[in-house]
T-cell receptor
Framework: QKEVEQDPGPLSVPEGAIVSLNCTYS??????FMWYRQYSRKGPELLMY????GNKEDGRFTAQVDKSSKYISLFIRDSQPSDSATYLC???????????FGSGTKLNVKP | EAQVTQNPRYLITVTGKKLTVTCSQN?????MSWYRQDPGLGLRQIYY???????DKGDVPEGYKVSRKEKRNFPLILESPSPNQTSLYFC??????????????FGPGTRLLVL
C-alpha cells in the first residue's frame, strides 16, 4: 500500500468552477501537509502548507486536513485557465526531513 | 534571484557509465534533497541532507550516492546507472529552522535516459 494515494485525473472543469482535489494517507505519524502545483516541464512549487488538522485559506485556495479520516483536500474557488497544472499533495512527519508525495492530479480549466 | 539550479537538464547515457547530476542553491539553505518523479508514482525521495556532511536515505536510495561538502551544492551520483533509473530528477532545498521551514524550493529538473 502506498503511503499517499491521489487520484491522477485528469480533471477537466469550466472556468469559474470550484475544484476539489483530495489525497488519502495511511501513516498516522504525518503532521505536515502540503500542496504543490507543477506546470508542465517545471519543478513543483509550494501552494499551501498546514500543520495538523484544520483549515487554511489563501486567496482562492483552501486546504483542509482531517487527521481522523487521514484525508486532505485542496479547494480552488473561481478556477482560472492559469490554474491548469498538476497538483501534488505531500506529507511529512515530526522531523520534517522525509517527505511523501501523492502521484499528482492533472487539472485542466477550460476557458 | 533565489534559485535552485541543476545540470545537466537532459542526459542520455548507457548502462554502467558513471554520471553526476549537480545541484546548487543560492539561498543559504541548510536542507537539500533529491527526488525522482515517475508516471503514476509521483515524487519519491532519494536522499536528503540536513547540513554539510550530514546526509540520510530517503524512500528509494538504492543505486544512488550523494555528498554534501559545501552548503550550496548537493550532487547526485549514479555509480553504475541502469535503465530503471530512467526518470525525471528534482533537487530541492529549504531552511531547516524557524517558521520558514515549510517552504521547499525545487530545481527545474533533470531528465535522464539510461539505455
Amino acid at each position: 500500500q502506498k503511503e499517499v494515494e491521489q487520484d491522477p485525473g485528469p480533471l477537466s472543469v469550466p472556468e469559474g468552477a470550484i475544484v476539489s482535489l483530495n489525497c488519502t494517507y495511511s501513516n498516522s505519524a504525518f503532521q505536515y501537509f502540503m500542496w504543490y502545483r507543477q506546470y508542465s516541464r517545471k519543478g513543483p512549487e509550494l501552494l499551501m502548507y498546514t500543520y495538523s488538522s484544520g483549515n487554511k485559506e489563501d486567496g482562492r485556495f483552501t486546504a483542509q486536513v482531517d487527521k481522523s479520516s487521514k484525508y486532505i483536500s485542496l479547494f480552488i474557488r473561481d478556477s482560472q485557465p492559469s490554474d491548469s497544472a498538476t497538483y501534488l499533495c505531500a506529507m511529512g512527519g515530526y522531523n520534517f526531513n522525509k517527505f511523501y508525495f501523492g502521484s499528482g492530479t492533472k487539472l485542466n480549466v477550460k476557458p | 534571484e533565489a534559485q535552485v539550479t541543476q545540470n545537466p537538464r537532459y542526459l542520455i547515457t548507457v548502462t554502467g557509465k558513471k554520471l553526476t547530476v549537480t545541484c546548487s542553491q543560492n539561498m543559504n539553505h541548510e536542507y537539500m534533497s533529491w527526488y525522482r518523479q515517475d508516471p503514476g508514482l509521483g515524487l519519491r525521495q532519494i536522499y536528503y541532507s540536513m547540513n554539510v556532511e550530514v546526509t540520510d536515505k530517503g524512500d528509494v536510495p538504492e543505486g544512488y550516492k550523494v555528498s554534501r561538502k559545501e552548503k550550496r551544492n548537493f550532487p547526485l551520483i549514479l555509480e553504475s546507472p541502469s535503465p530503471n533509473q530512467t526518470s525525471l530528477y528534482f533537487c530541492a532545498s529549504r531552511f531547516s529552522s524557524g517558521s520558514r521551514q515549510e517552504t521547499q524550493y525545487f530545481g527545474p529538473g533533470t531528465r535522464l535516459l539510461v539505455l
